[in-house]
């Protein structure tokens, strides 16, 4: 394969001899799941909606992983899966437990007055309903489209319908476009009108045309002109020819090793698990410090998302996607393709998960990793004698792409030799468009980036739950702040006005604990252990949690985005840790209306200091369209890190190698200049 190697295959997927506690549930495993389910309740008519893997409890496997040493170590913990269905037709849902190890239905309840995410398989239904609706068919005769297969419609979660505020019934609602031909971009053919559908009933129940604004027509015609970018559509002959090969090489094989889904990299040591929901979740993370393996994460993971859009009028006002938690980021991961997603040498990891039949759905290789050079990692020139001194960065990368409709977002782990972690979110795809009529304007809600076309402002705003265990499970979280010392220039404490300095505050109570950012005082927070007090700054061992990309939900606090993302309200939550608080929006979060999530969770006022805590931290973008997104965006980048802040007692890269031109086999490109060495 020339400079990529492809370190391990996909197919077939081999069972594991032996599971490790959190280990996603194999094809196997969800077959037989869904056979207990159904063989226990032969009368059901059932759609399986989540077939996962019940995480074991949290006291249970700090034994298994050895972190508790006050009590024996336990070695085996019962494998338990968690079912979700829906019951045809009333569309009741029903949450069961399965034991693996005894082929039992250890509990199945039904679960009044919500509805879990949508899956692909209803994404697929929701659309074949849509097309062949009477009503549907009249509204695109009237626009002029009279053969339906050009007809496109994006299934939605319908957030919170004015009309339908239960969850009795199983809503969703369809954004419509159109095609000129086959693999045409859609998005250039916006319609103006939403369906609303039943699920359970399998049938369009209404059907909400748009109005325009400010124009003297009543409707806008479909804006026929193509905007494409796949290379059919190009033309080979009109790519640029300029650009060299770039070859990505490890002739000696990678660094990392891999043991099942445990990962070893640089001291770093941590697992990893994919699952309907969250996608890729990263599991007890640790650091080997010198002889030490000291304790650092115990989970950290993607709990939820939410994508308000700007437009207040009707049915704008119920975009807000959430795309954990409607959708599932698992649900919604790509194959990753070898060359194209990841360059290099490539670990792959499948995922597995299940359809409404119960069925297992693999995902081949749903996860990669693998190592990228990073630039500098730390450099000096001694200016007196020219002698310079170069380390490169290595970052260990772990990463998922997923597709939510329009939006495609890669999602990525980011481990340093320096001992810091990074999370970035790479959101590209399309912009999700609505048509305009001839003479129509946006109105100060998007940007017109073709004719006729209107992408409306938006924001993505990301929530991670963050469970530590920085040098043990009781930990706190404190707040820093740095500004001007409060003495004028000339006071005996700042004599020549030049003083600043940092305030820490250790953050008591859930309460207290509700913070948005301050680029002012370039607030940041650590995650601290009150119990060890580093020798040098005499001051608790940390990690330091901040980011660039720190926005505020831009809704009024009544809006109904705002009431079902409170999460997104401020940058930090702090709560105890609670096993059945995973999900910032909420476990059923379709159709929710926000009495259940960590803004809920955060208004008991529970202790959070010297305690077993959960982190939850919100970054994300906002986003005014370009013309330059269209037809397909470039990668808008954001994300958080958390780097050791007085926890190590020196830098730990620099035990890294100098750089070397022999083992990079870098060259000079003028080839005028004499190459040294």
Not at 505 to 510: A, F, N, P, R
Not at 571 to 577: A, D, H, K, N, S
């Amino acid at each position: 394969m020339d400079c990529l190697d492809e370190i391990n295959s996909t197919y077939p997927m081999k069972e594991p001899a032996c599971h490790h506690p959190l280990d996603q549930l194999t094809a196997k495993e969800i077959t037989r799941v869904a056979n207990i389910v159904q063989q226990s309740n032969p009368d059901m008519n059932i759609i399986f909606n989540t077939i996962t893997l019940k995480e074991p409890s949290k006291e249970l496997m700090l034994s298994f992983l050895g972190w508790n040493t006050k009590e024996s170590r336990v070695n085996h913990i019962e494998r338990e899966a968690i079912t979700i269905v829906l019951e045809k037709p009333s569309m009741k849902c029903y949450k069961g437990v399965v034991s693996l190890d005894f082929d039992l239905l250890k509990t199945f309840k039904c679960v009044p007055d919500v509805q879990p995410l949508l899956t692909t398989d209803d994404m697929f239904e929701i659309e074949k309903i849509v097309i062949a609706d009477k009503g549907v068919i009249a509204e695109c005769r009237e626009l002029g489209v009279h053969d339906m297969s050009m007809i496109i419609a994006d299934p939605w979660a319908i957030a919170r319908h004015s009309a339908y505020k239960d969850r009795t019934n199983r809503l969703a609602q369809a954004l419509m476009y159109m095609r000129t031909c086959e693999n045409d971009n859609q998005y250039a053919h916006p319609l103006d009108f939403v369906p609303i559908i039943d699920i359970g009933l399998m049938k369009v129940i209404n059907i909400e045309r748009i109005k325009p604004r400010d124009s003297q027509f009543n409707r806008p015609k479909i804006p026929l002109q193509n905007h494409n970018y796949l290379p059919e559509f190009i033309g080979e002959e009109n790519f640029c020819k300029d650009l060299k090969p770039i070859s990505i090489q490890q002739p000696e094989g990678v660094s990392f090793k891999v043991d099942g889904t445990v990962i070893d990299w640089q001291n770093w040591n941590m697992k990893i698990s994919m699952n309907y929901r969250e996608g890729l979740v990263i599991h007890n993370v640790s650091y080997l410090d010198g002889e030490k393996k000291r304790p650092l994460f115990y989970r950290i993971s993607l709990s939820e998302m939410v994508v308000p859009y700007s437009d207040p009028s009707n049915p704008y006002n119920r975009k807000h996607a959430f795309d954990v938690g409607e959708y599932g980021l698992g649900l919604c991961t790509n194959t990753l393709n070898l060359g194209c997603d990841c360059l290099g040498s490539i670990y792959y990891f499948d995922a597995v998960f299940n359809d409404h039949k119960g069925n297992p759905l693999i995902v081949p290789n749903a996860v990669c990793l693998h190592e990228e050079d990073n630039g500098i990692l730390l450099k000096h020139t001694e200016y007196r004698t020219n002698a310079s001194y170069t380390i490169r960065s290595r970052r260990l990368v772990i990463s998922q792409i997923v597709t939510v409709a329009n939006y495609d977002y890669g999602l990525y782990y980011y481990f340093y030799q320096d001992g810091s972690f990074q999370y970035e979110v790479k959101a590209t795809g399309e912009l999700n468009t609505h048509v305009l009529a001839e003479d129509e304007t946006p109105g100060g809600y998007g940007v017109i980036v073709a004719p006729q076309i209107n992408a409306q402002s938006h924001q993505h705003l990301f929530t991670m739950r963050i469970d530590p265990m920085i040098d043990g499970i009781n930990n706190s979280v404190c707040q820093v702040e740095t500004s001007g010392v409060p003495y004028p220039t000339g006071h005996p404490n700042n004599i020549y006005g030049n003083g600043f300095q940092t305030k820490t505050e250790i953050l008591k109570d859930t309460i207290e604990a509700q913070k948005s950012y301050n680029l002012n005082t370039s607030r940041f927070w650590k995650i601290i252990n009150e119990n060890y007090i580093h020798p040098y700054s005499e001051t608790p061992v940390g990690w330091k949690i901040y980011s660039h990309h720190q926005v505020i939900l831009l809704a009024l606090d009544d809006s109904v985005v705002a009431q079902r993302a409170g999460f997104s309200k401020k940058t930090l939550w702090v709560t105890p840790y609670d096993e059945d608080q995973m999900f910032a929006g909420g476990f059923y979060c379709n159709q929710s209306d926000g009495n259940d999530g960590v803004e809920k969770w955060a208004k008991e006022g529970q202790s959070i200091r010297n305690r077993d805590i959960v982190v939850w931290f919100t970054f994300g973008i906002t986003h005014i369209p370009r013309v330059e997104d269209f037809p397909i965006m470039p990668v808008e980048k954001c994300g958080f890190y958390m780097k050791p802040s007085n926890f190590f007692i020196r830098n730990p890269s620099i035990d890294v190698p100098p750089a070397s031109i022999r083992l990079n086999c870098s060259k000079i490109a003028n080839k005028k200049q004499k190459r040294k060495i």
